[in-house]
């Protein structure tokens, strides 16, 4: 019945009353109160992934948690185990694979991910239950998010954090300069491995609330966005923060008003802040060049 009601919301324009609606059904606290989990350790993890240039990685990890929960549903057990389970134990693939070379790593770590896609695909085949299952592995939903799953999302995320706040500063060293820094004597594999692990339990987390296709792009977009904005490592942090709650929230918003997947929203909303950052990058380079003032520029003279 809740669920009926809920499809049958209209947007009215009135911005606490429509809140409030929302936040009248369980579920949909449940789903912004791990939306915005996610978003946070998604952003924050993210954040080092473009500064390293980690982001095939990423997408590895983000592509085998398709099958990591396809499979956990084949066998009758909840997604979550699956995603945690496979994210991590492939980013530790990744992270024994790291040191053959960049040419090799990458052709390995290509291969581990086809052959995981490809079992995902099998568990889908040998799937008898409703279809509805394995299309929110792929496409991500904010019906099925309970208050227990709520609670395991806020440990595995602080324990994301607390990770990154302990290792963070030697972290970013290592990113920005890894020669200097293992001459330095900062352990820089010991912390690529820890990093790996930390990006598993975030891809883990978010293909949750995004499903498994699109958590590659809240990982990723809130994070190169923030970058093309600003170079300040603290401020570039921050903004990715807001960028992922922002998308993150706006979606749940806009998919609970509609019939469409909810990671189809955080993504294009994400990827239009991409966009129009990019604009307003190229809009201020031409400026530049020609000494030509922009609209809002003369106004303002």
Known sequence: MLLADASAAAWSWNLISDFQQMWSFPFMVNAFRAGAIVAVV?????????????????HTVSAVAFPGAAGAVLIGVSAVYGYFALCVAAALVIAVLQGNGDHE????????????????FLFIALYKGLLEGP??????????IT??????????????????????????F????????????????????????????????ASQ???????FALMVIPAATAQVLTARPGLSLMLTVLLAFAA????????YYSPYPLGFFV?????????????????RGIRGRTGVPLPTEEVAA
Do not use: M
């Open 42 to 58: 998604s952003a924050v993890v993210g954040w080092f992934v473009v500064l390293r240039r980690q982001t095939f990685a990423a």
């Open 105 to 120: 790593e990458s052709a390995l770590t290509g291969t581990v991910q086809a052959f995981l896609l490809a079992s995902g």
């Open 135 to 144: 299309q929110t592995i792929l496409f991500g939903t904010f019906l099925g």
């Open 147 to 172: 208050a227990s799953q709520v609670t395991v999302l806020l440990c595995v995320g602080i324990v994301v954090l607390a990770v990154l706040a302990l290792i963070g500063r030697p972290l970013l």
């Open 174 to 205: 290592a990113s920005v300069d890894p020669q200097v820094a293992a001459g330095r004597g900062v352990p820089v594999r010991a912390l690529s491995v820890v990093f790996l692990v930390l990006l598993g339990a975030a891809t883990a987390e």
């Open 209 to 215: 609330i995004t499903g498994t296709l699109l958590v």
């Open 248 to 255: 993150t929230w706006l979606g749940l918003t806009a998919a």
């Open 267 to 283: 993504t294009s909303i994400a990827f239009a802040g991409y966009l129009l950052t990019l604009s307003v990058r190229a809009l």
